[in-house]
């Protein structure tokens, strides 16, 4: 095999060509060669070419050679350093340019985007008289990527679809040979390519718009969830305020309770020491004037103060001085039953996403109906509404996010929440088709009568008086699209 140079060289021999020819897929070839080729597989006046295998109509005598290639008496100078002969044109620049010139044009930023074509002066004159400046015959170069790794110099201008490779004539005869070919040098054929990948391009981009919308809605949720995480614990810190305002309400009545029994103890005994005090205040006056009498010389005086004195002694000596019962509270602390306290303050209730709930208030909703919130669930948007008299509880399908769904069959399970006692809620199941739009499910027994659920000795309704309605979308089947 022939050394490799930055030559273009012949598929077939691998060597410099010898009388070259243009085939109509504009690959060249020795004429020799070509020849010889053309002689031992055309049939019927046709021949596939060896490198792409189109196919050449007509015989081997109808391609007129070119002229060799290394032949530059006609090859103008290069433009920029006017020394060596050009090897290539930049059409932006209008210029012609050696192979060292070339390079250095394509590092400067301003070039970047040029479009620079090999020269082949031959070429051109096989195919046309028109000035040399307008005529160019190798594929444009608009990036150095476009160049072979393997060969320097060598431009791409076959892709390997077996190998997802594209490479250059040298290697397609020596590694890709027999394999599955696109010819890059086919106008068509790159416009294919880029057509393909804006294609896949704008796919991707439907594809970001689907991704980002799909995370707007995760978005959405878990902002609903934090919403309704804070909304949930603001009830648990109002169910325990309330819970212990009712403690202390009773604490205040068990203080009062004992504060009375020790009032009434307390007039009690104040009768009793007022009476000891009295009583021992006039002791104390008649002992006073025992000792006058006896300071005073009169004996008279002393006679008659002892039989007084006398009476007193014998009465003070017959009252009882005996302490009466003494009655008198006491608080028994009492253990604290932590599942009282649990079933008192409430319990957690997992609500999935297929599980909405609205509250609505009896006085509104009473004579008339009234309409919940919207909430999506999985693409369905659903709407819960009431009705008094006796309390009906409608299901809308407002909107479906895939526009093709014209109906479905979904089993629901309706519930009327009892604030007081779980397990006196009322629960019922509906099973129906829905068609997006309007009503579409309606539970055609009363969930409720209404004054069972507006009296608020039956739990159904808090202190502001309202009611809260549930509904668990158990699961949707049967989805039927345009």
């Not at 995370?215 to 169910?239: F, G, H, M, P, R």
């Not at 325990?240 to 205040?252: A, H, Q, W, Y």
Request: net charge negative; hydrophobic share 30%; charged share 30%.
């Amino acid at each position: 095999m022939a050394k490799q140079t930055d030559k273009d060289v012949c598929m077939i021999c691998l060597h410099d060509f010898e009388t070259p020819v243009l085939i109509d897929c504009q690959h060249t070839f020795c004429f020799i060669c070509l020849e010889d080729y053309v002689n031992k597989t055309s049939t019927k006046d046709q021949f596939q070419c060896p490198l792409c295998r189109c196919l050449i109509d007509g015989g081997i005598q109808r391609f007129k050679p070119k002229l060799n290639i290394d032949d530059n008496s006609t090859i103008p100078q290069c433009d920029v350093c006017t020394k060596d002969t050009c090897q290539y044109f930049c059409r932006d620049c209008d210029q012609y340019l050696c192979k060292s010139c070339k390079t250095m044009h394509d590092k400067l930023k301003s070039c970047k985007d040029h479009v620079v074509c090999r020269y082949d002066e031959k070429q051109v004159c096989q195919q046309s008289n028109e000035p040399m400046k307008e005529k160019t015959t190798a594929t444009s170069v608009t990036h150095p990527k476009d160049f072979c790794p393997n060969h320097e110099g060598k431009k791409v201008k076959i892709y390997c679809k077996d190998c997802s490779l594209a490479v250059c004539l040298n290697c397609l005869v020596t590694d890709h040979n027999g394999h599955n070919l696109l010819d890059l040098q086919k106008d068509e054929v790159r416009q294919n390519i880029r057509q393909d990948l804006k294609t896949l391009n704008d796919d991707l981009e439907k594809q970001i718009t689907n991704f980002q919308k799909h995370y707007d809605n995760l978005n959405s949720k878990l902002i609903e969830v934090n919403n309704c995480t804070k909304s949930e614990c603001d009830k648990v810190d109002a169910q325990v305020d309330k819970i212990c305002s009712e403690f202390r309400k009773l604490g205040e009545n068990i203080k009062k309770e004992m504060q009375k029994t020790s009032e009434q103890e307390e007039s009690k005994f104040g009768k009793l020491m007022e009476d000891i005090k009295r009583l021992t205040e006039d002791l104390k006056a008649s002992v006073k004037y025992s000792v006058n009498v006896l300071e005073d010389s009169s004996v008279v005086q002393v006679l008659q103060r002892l039989p007084k004195v006398r009476q007193e002694k014998d009465e003070s000596c017959c009252r009882k001085l005996d302490i009466p019962d003494v009655r008198y509270s006491t608080f028994q602390v009492a253990e604290i039953d932590k599942t009282l306290l649990t079933n008192q303050l409430g319990k957690i209730v997992s609500c999935h996403q297929n599980m909405i709930e609205d509250a609505f208030n009896v006085d509104t909703v009473q004579g008339c109906g009234c309409y919940g919130k919207q909430h999506v669930v999985s693409g369905f948007t659903w709407n819960i509404s009431v009705y008094s008299s006796s309390l009906d509880v409608v299901l809308y399908l407002d909107d479906v996010e895939d526009k093709s769904i014209t109906s479905c069959n979904v089993d629901v399970t309706y519930k009327v929440i009892n604030k007081t006692d779980d397990r006196q809620s009322v629960v019922k199941q509906c099973n129906k088709t829905v068609k997006p739009g309007g009503r579409v499910l309606y539970y055609d027994t009363d969930l409720i009568d209404w004054d069972r659920l507006s009296n608020p000795v039956s739990g159904f309704i808090d202190d502001h008086r309202n009611f809260t309605i549930q509904v668990t979308i158990n699961k949707i089947t049967n989805i039927v699209r345009d």
